[in-house]
């Protein structure tokens, strides 16, 4: 099937380590996105990838940090610099930067740092 | 950016159209409306875009008015299942490498959709 997987679903770490959150797409989408999403809150996009080996910051980028190497990967490290890391995480994906394509999302992860 | 205001709630009943207003007043000409849907602890859903005219698909109905400042999102029928949070979004058009890039979707709060029976 195709989709977005995101994995694990539930994540904890003590605080002061660093984790790496795996995200996974074989839609052969080129643009994926990640999002953090406190309770009751919208979501705040983190870092995005319009292409492999290319990535911009986004709204809140501070104490992450990707990589694309992959089509397919969008790995998001929550670094020990990230002073809330608590939160909902939540990857996307879409077809290419230059379209309008939709964005599809995974079903994220609940990261809990205690 | 362009922002979105959206009411925080609103309630239905079951069976009934449900009428989700949003207002974008400083959307740009060539800037798109998104709607996503987001039940609980899950991924956000696409259910429907727009640029000016009216939209419909299986799932809803997108209003945009003339002048573009504002959009209502339709559900015709809607059951306890579509109970969620309804994001209104302006997708950001960036620059990237020379080209134009659509990527952004940048999310409010939303309207949280309560349908009782």
């Known amino acids: 099937d195709g989709g977005i997987t995101q994995s694990p679903k539930y994540l904890f770490r003590k605080e002061g380590q660093n984790v790496t959150l795996s995200c996974e797409q074989n839609l052969n989408h080129d643009a994926m996105y990640w999002y953090r999403q406190d309770p009751g809150q919208g979501l705040r996009l983190i870092y995005y990838s319009q292409i492999v080996n290319d990535f911009q910051k986004g709204d809140i980028a501070e104490g992450y940090s990707v990589s694309r190497e992959k089509k397919e990967s969008f790995p998001l490290t929550v670094t020990s610099a990230q002073k809330n890391p608590t939160a909902f995480y939540l990857c996307?994906?879409?077809?290419?930067?230059?379209?309008?394509?939709?964005?599809?999302f995974g079903q994220g992860t609940r990261l809990t740092v205690v | 950016d362009a922002k979105t205001t959206q009411p925080p709630s609103m309630d239905c009943a079951e069976g009934r159209a449900a009428n989700l207003p949003c207002n974008h007043s400083?959307?740009?000409?060539?800037?798109?409306v998104y709607w996503y849907r987001q039940i609980h602890s899950q991924g956000p859903q696409y259910i429907i875009h727009g640029l000016k005219n009216n939209e419909t698909n299986e799932m809803a109905s997108l209003i945009i008015t003339e002048d573009r400042k504002s959009s209502t999102l339709i559900l015709p029928h809607a059951t306890l299942r579509d109970t969620a949070v309804y994001y209104c979004i302006v997708r950001v058009k960036g620059v990237y490498a020379g080209g134009t890039s659509y990527g952004k979707l940048t999310f409010g709060q939303g309207t949280i959709l309560t349908v009782h029976p």
């Open positions: 996307a994906s879409s077809i290419t930067a230059t379209s309008n394509a939709e964005a599809f």
């Open positions: 400083t959307i740009s000409g060539n800037e798109y």
